[in-house]
Structure formats: structure tokens, C-alpha cells
């Protein structure tokens, strides 16, 4: 098959990318590297089966792939709250009209679709865990809206293609995920308390650090994300990836701590507003119609991201 791939030098893309290839199928990408960066696709570009090619989606000229496709994988866009808060606009721009140029061209291709949402479009929320069916708790225009809405609003021109013109669309709720090749620079908590515990520097824990996540190694969520594109769904279908280990940000403080024989102190920080307080996937869609649910225990992710930070620090 011919997958294409926007946004594939980020740190999921790149292992989306990697493991597509690895399955012997040829990948065209495209990325700006407005937060992903060549050096998570270095190996990739060896390989004659990946076609990268650095551009703007919105401006890229999709009529330039004469070829088939068989799948397109809409994965562009700034998504740690430290990135999409420092490109608002491109946030907003990536999955309004980036969403809809993709749509368009996996249209015209017959290729099916698969949009990265996010679990952002729960907001902060009052259903718990968070079931597909369940709409949300966002602020519009809070600090955050740059990104949920961006991504409400993609889902929601997602669902227009398959009512208008039967677009096969298939719509990924993506959860919290980890590992290596996250970017030292994003803000992510597990990339930050693994950075801060091997440079023994204190662990920034943002609020009561009662405040709960979930999280996916990024492998597991590759898994996921394949099992949507290549299963025999209904077009629209809606749903969430992630690992539903639910625990506090206190409590992969200390795991990190711990996986890193590390004494750093944990400090506490301002929290910004809109952070949710809880997140969880409920993951019964996902199990029923891919087969598919996470594997790797969390000591062991962080294993793997721990040995990759220490390869760069
Ligand atoms: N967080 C923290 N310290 C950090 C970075 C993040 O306590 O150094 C908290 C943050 O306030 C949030 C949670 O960890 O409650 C997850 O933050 P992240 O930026 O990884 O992703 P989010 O789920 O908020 O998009």
C-alpha cells in the first residue's frame, strides 16, 4: 500500500512512519518541522520506500502525487500545550483548513482517512473515564482553545466529508502517550521529570500534582493507530487510543524518580488554567472493533524513554 503521512517528522509520526515501512509498504510525508525535526526520521530517509517532503500542508500542492494512495494518516499540528500555545495560529490553520485539503485529496483518491484528534476534546471532564459518546467540557476561548477547538472543529469537517461525500474517515482520540524521541523541549511532563531527574534538578510538579493522566507508550499507540486505518469500519467511526492506567502526576513523579535512582525534590509550580483535573480513556471501542489494546507496562516505557534521554542528554 501507499500510505501518505502529514506531519511525519513528529514524535509519533516517526514511529508510525518506521513501522509502516517495516510492514513493506511505501510512505510519502510531509512536515514543515514546526515541531518535529529531521533527526527523528533519519532513519526513515535511508529507506528508498520513504518520500519526505518538507513543506506547509497549506500550501503544499497535493496534485503533485499522481500516484495512488491507499491511506492518509492527517497527523499535523503542533500538540503539546507548550508548542500549540506558542503557534496558535498554525494550531488553529493545521486542522481547519489543513484538515480540509487532506479531506479533499483522500477523497478524490478513495483512500481512507485517519484524523488525530485528541483526548482535548473532552476539555476538563465530567464523564469519567471518557467514553466516545461523551461531548465535552471545553472552554472556547480559553489558553487551551487554540488546540481543542482546532481539533473539534477537524472532527467536525471530518464528519461533514463522510455525510457529504462519503469520505472513509476514521477518527483517532489520542491520549497522552510517551517515549523516545519526544522533544526535550515541549513541556510534556514525562519528558520534563525524566530530564529534570537525570540532570538532578527538582521535579516541577504544576498545581496539587492530584491532577490525573494516563499513559500510552508510543509503540502500543502505533499499534492502535494501524488497527484503525486497516480494519473494516464504518466510515466515522470515532475512537480512543490510549492507555487507561489512570495515576496522579504525583505518582509518575515518583515512578520516574524511581525508574532513574534519582534525589531530586519535587517543587511545586503555578498550574495553568484549563488544566483538566483527570483523564482517562475508556477503551471498550477500541478492544471491540480493532482487537487492540495497549501492552507495554508503564516501568518498562519509561524504561525505554529513560535510556533514550540519557542518549541525547
Ligand atoms: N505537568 C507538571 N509538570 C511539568 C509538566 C506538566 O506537573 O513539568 C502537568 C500538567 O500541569 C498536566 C499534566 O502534567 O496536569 C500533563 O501535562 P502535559 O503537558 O504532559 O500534557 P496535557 O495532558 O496537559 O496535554
Redesign the pocket.
Known amino acids: 500500500m501507499h500510505i501518505l503521512i502529514t506531519g511525519s517528522a513528529g514524535f509519533i509520526t516517526s514511529h508510525l512512519v518506521e513501522y509502516i515501512l517495516s510492514q513493506g509498504h511505501t510512505v510519502t510525508g510531509i512536515d514543515n518541522y514546526i515541531t518535529g525535526s529531521e533527526k527523528n526520521i533519519k532513519d526513515a530517509l535511508k529507506n528508498p520506500s520513504f518520500r519526505f517532503i518538507e513543506h506547509d500542508i497549506l500550501t503544499f500542492d497535493y496534485s503533485t502525487i499522481a500516484e495512488p494512495v491507499d491511506i492518509v494518516f492527517h497527523m499535523a499540528s503542533p ?4 508548542q500549540y500555545k506558542k503557534h496558535p495560529i498554525e494550531t488553529l490553520q493545521a486542522n481547519s483548513v489543513g484538515t480540509k485539503q487532506a479531506l479533499d485529496f483522500a477523497t478524490e483518491k478513495n483512500a481512507v482517512l485517519v484524523y488525530a484528534s ?3 476534546v473532552y476539555g476538563d471532564p465530567l464523564v469519567h473515564p471518557q467514553v466516545e459518546w461523551y461531548w465535552g467540557n471545553v472552554n472556547p476561548n480559553g489558553v ?1 482553545s487554540c ?1 481543542d477547538e482546532a481539533k473539534r472543529f477537524g472532527e467536525a469537517m471530518c464528519m461533514t466529508y463522510v455525510r457529504t461525500k462519503k469520505t472513509k474517515v476514521r477518527i483517532a482520540r489520542i ?2 502517550t ?1 517515549g523516545p524521541r519526544m522533544d526535550i523541549n ?8 525524566i530530564v ?1 531527574a537525570l540532570k538532578k534538578e527538582p ?5 496539587t ?1 492530584e ?3 494516563s499513559f500510552c507508550y508510543v509503540s502500543d499507540l502505533v499499534l492502535g493507530l494501524w488497527a484503525l486505518a486497516t480494519k473494516e469500519l464504518n466510515a466515522g467511526e470515532v475512537i480512543n487510543l490510549g492507555n487507561p492506567n489512570e495515576m496522579t ?1 504525583k505518582e ?2 515518583n515512578k520516574v524518580r524511581a525508574a532513574t535512582e534519582s534525589t531530586s525534590d519535587l517543587i511545586q ?1 503555578a ?2 488554567l484549563d ?3 483527570k ?1 482517562k480513556p475508556d477503551i471498550s471501542k477500541a478492544k471491540e472493533l480493532l482487537g487492540w489494546e495497549p501492552t507495554v507496562v508503564i516501568e518498562e516505557g519509561l524504561r525505554k524513554t529513560i535510556d533514550y534521554f540519557k542518549t541525547i542528554l
Not at 500538540?79 to 507548550?82: D, H, L, N
Open positions: 500538540a503539546s500545550p507548550i485528541t483526548s482535548e487551551r488546540y491520549f497522552n510517551y515541549d513541556g510534556r511532563v514525562v519528558s520534563n521529570f529534570q521535579i516541577t510538579i504544576y498545581g500534582g491532577q490525573t493522566r502526576i509518575i513523579a509550580k498550574i495553568d488544566d483538566p483535573l483523564r
